[in-house]
């Protein structure tokens, strides 16, 4: 009995993990920009600027902050980068809420913000 609990919590995380990883590329695929505007950190939401200094990027170099507007509606889009060069586009909703991480490579031209 205990074999097939464990069993079950296995499937069940396996289940949530690909589920969640599904969701996120099909967010990717949902987000069109429409515009953006180039704005100053302290111009983003209160609820925005607490999401990312309590997110596990709040000690990366932000390179870039936009205000998008999506099909969706309206975003914030913070692009990040670490001291290994790995760089982010990380969309919040106004509430707070990462909608999407895209990893970008400085080696694509027009992403190098170096």
Request: glycine share 4%; proline share 2%.
């Amino acid at each position: 009995m205990k074999t097939s609990k464990n069993l079950f919590r296995i499937l069940l995380f396996s289940l949530l993990f690909i589920g969640g990883n599904v969701a996120t590329a099909s967010a990717q695929s949902e987000i069109k920009e429409l515009s953006e505007k180039s704005i100053e950190f302290s111009e983003l939401p209160e609820a925005v600027k607490d999401a990312f200094k309590n997110s596990e990027y709040a000690e990366w170099k932000i390179e870039e902050v936009e205000k998008v507007e999506t099909n969706k509606g309206t975003m914030y889009e913070l692009e990040v980068e670490n001291e290994d060069e790995t760089y982010y586009e990380l969309y919040f909703s106004p509430e707070g809420k990462l909608v999407l991480k895209k990893e970008k490579s400085h080696k694509d031209g027009e992403d190098d913000h170096r």
